[in-house]
T-cell receptor, first 115, second 111 residues
Framework: SQTIHQWPATLVQPVGSPLSLECTVE??????LYWYRQAAGRGLQLLFY??????ISSEVPQNLSASRPQDRQFILSSKKLLLSDSGFYLC??????????????FGPGTRLTVL | TQLLEQSPQFLSIQEGENLTVYCNSS?????LQWYRQEPGEGPVLLVT?????EVKKLKRLTFQFGDARKDSSLHITAAQPGDTGLYLC???????????FGTGTRLQVTL
């Protein structure tokens, strides 16, 4: 079965510090990978998605970047955090080929607080 | 930009009551999913509907996709405290499996 991991679970960082959040998927190959941010109690905002190693699409201009160094690894980064970067960050995966239904499966999330 | 509007935004009911949550858009979608998210956790997929007019049942939950594939509803019968959470609809466009998520409905079921 497939599993998706995110770490850390919780992070408190000062303004201006760097950020690195990691997501890994097990039990599948060649997945599509996604990073979302969620404000408290609200819907999900897609930040980045990737259809393969080194292929990153950005959905919104912001202070963040993403990388996919390996097939099942997705990293969200920032060089200098802003207060507005606080939120709940979710990683998700979907089957790249063979599924017309766009079903996505989410990790447990990282709660980021920027002070 | 495709938007999915959910209503109501917040719903507080007592155990045993029935409720319906709506997900509406002006766009046509190839598929639509419903997710439930508990506080501090990632969303969990409940169901996918793909055919206009389709109805799916998952125990006490009934999901319907609109005939024109622009809207959907989630009906819960005899709600229980375990149904508490944030319900999100999400629609697919077929592009790189991207999903557009709805604004969310927060459900609270009390004893």
């Amino acid at each position: 079965s497939q599993t998706i991991h995110q770490w850390p679970a919780t992070l408190v960082q000062p303004v201006g510090s760097p950020l690195s959040l990691e997501c890994t998927v097990e039990g599948t190959s060649n997945p599509n990978l996604y990073w979302y941010r969620q404000a408290a109690g609200r819907g999900l905002q897609l930040l980045f998605y990737s259809v393969g190693i080194g292929q990153i699409s950005s959905e919104v201009p912001q202070n963040l970047s993403a990388s996919r160094p390996q097939d099942r690894q997705f990293i969200l980064s920032s060089k200098k955090l802003l207060l507005s970067d606080s939120g709940f960050y979710l990683c998700a995966w979907s089957v790249r080929l063979g599924s017309p239904y766009n079903e996505q499966f989410f990790g447990p999330g990282t709660r980021l607080t920027v002070l | 930009t495709q938007l999915l509007e959910q209503s109501p935004q917040f719903l507080s009911i007592q155990e045993g009551e029935n409720l319906t949550v709506y997900c509406n858009s002006s766009s046509v979608f190839s598929s639509l999913q419903w997710y439930r998210q508990e506080p501090g956790e990632g969303p969990v997929l409940l169901v996918t509907v793909v055919t206009g007019g389709e109805v799916k049942k998952l125990k006490r939950l009934t999901f319907q996709f609109g005939d024109a594939r622009k809207d959907s509803s989630l009906h819960i019968t005899a709600a229980q405290p375990g149904d508490t959470g944030l319900y999100l609809c999400a629609a697919g466009t077929g592009t790189a499996s991207k999903l557009t998520f709805g604004t969310g409905t927060r459900l609270q079921v009390t004893l």
